[in-house]
């Protein structure tokens, strides 16, 4: 009987969270390893899985997975979220990336200097409003169907809906001027196993705040210096 | 007849370098529209083909792609350098992925704060040398075969051999504990594609320097 997927990481959304909710809307159970202190992160370490000594970290299939964008192409590929063919993938990978980048500036907002939590949050939203969310809000008005490619659900609709979600927590009525992404976020979450881990309880984890941010630093060890301020 | 693959970029290396590369040591001839004025960027963005408004894009096969890794995703699998089955994709994905961290801090290098010169370079030498060559050094070494993965030519090997050359340019010997990438330095740099690409006059674009820089903050705005 193959084994269930590890993941390996905190108790916190990071760089693992989109993992999780692709695992989840995919109906695939994992387990979770969650590091608590620096040295069960420094044990995983010196136990050899961490190819480049870093988590995220899958364990799958036999394979020891690292870095999130290809702990994600597997999972989508897997598990027939990934598109038919060449060309669906590329348009896949294209608002995924696009996604991601959004992502990566939600993560490292509580990590702004102090004094600039203001002007940070406005970049995001302004991009999340003029250079993200039209683009998705188009695609949908554009073929009328209910996923974004291939008439299917894939990789791109859940990254997708974990976005909007995360804008959301940031200012409520951020798709306010998008009437297709809420009818797109009103049927992703009426999906039984989106349904699922939305529920208290899931494995889907908090916002991060003031102690999680705490905690992911003495862990793994790491200060706002490292971080190069470069939101593009 | 198949039209040639169109690279929207200005004349520097930045995030396009990787998709060159790509392309030429695939031995697919390539055309470039340079941008050269914020003005002529300006006009690629109003045209509309411009997913997040933003370069690189490349066109190819009637589609406009953006975004770095989804272009190079196209390309390798177009072009058979993606390996053979998902296990070996999902190795070539997690080697070019540190290559790509690798690559980000160099392309970042020459924009980093007054005074912080060699604080950063140190830190990317340290990384080159403490968590990415090890890296691929052992595979080589564990499996002995010519490529990184699955004894065939992929992305990840051309991702590497670029990643070699751009680190040489900040400490030319980079790869002294290295046999094993010394080794695949020197097979790679005999394939015919990829000694095409280092002759002078290729469509290889220069290290970035200041004045580079400043051409490129002229393009596209930023500070």
């Not at 050899?48 to 590929?77: C, F, H, S, W």
């Not at 294209?94 to 990566?104: A, S, W």
């Not at 630093?217 to 190069?228: G, H, P």
Request: charged content about 30%; some cysteine.
């Amino acid at each position: 009987m193959s084994g269930k997927p590890i993941l390996h990481y905190f108790n916190g959304r990071g760089r693992m969270e989109s993992v999780r909710w692709l695992l989840a809307a995919a109906g695939v159970e994992f387990e979770e390893k969650i590091l608590k202190s620096a040295e069960d992160f420094e044990n995983l370490v010196k136990g050899g899985n961490l190819m480049y000594q870093q988590v995220p970290m899958v364990e799958i299939d036999g394979l020891n997975l690292v870095q999130t964008r290809a702990i994600l192409k597997y999972i989508a590929a897997k598990y027939n979220l990934y598109g038919k063919d060449l060309k669906e993938k590329a348009l896949i990978d294209m608002y995924v990336e696009g996604m991601r980048d959004l992502n990566e500036m939600i993560m490292y907002y509580p990590l702004c200097y102090p004094g600039e939590e203001e002007k940070n949050l406005n970049f995001i939203l302004e991009r999340a409003t003029e250079r993200f969310f039209p683009v998705y809000e188009k695609a949908l008005k554009s073929h009328g169907k209910n996923y974004l490619v291939g008439n299917q659900m894939s990789w791109a609709d859940i990254q997708l809906f974990e976005a909007i979600l995360m804008v959301e927590e940031l200012k409520s009525d951020i798709l306010s001027a998008f009437p297709k992404l809420q009818e797109f976020k009103a049927r992703m979450s009426k999906l039984p196993s989106i349904q699922k881990f939305l529920q208290p309880g899931s494995q889907r984890k908090a916002k991060m705040d003031g102690k999680n941010l705490a905690e992911a630093k003495k862990i793994f060890k790491f200060d706002d210096s490292v971080f190069l301020k470069h939101m593009s």
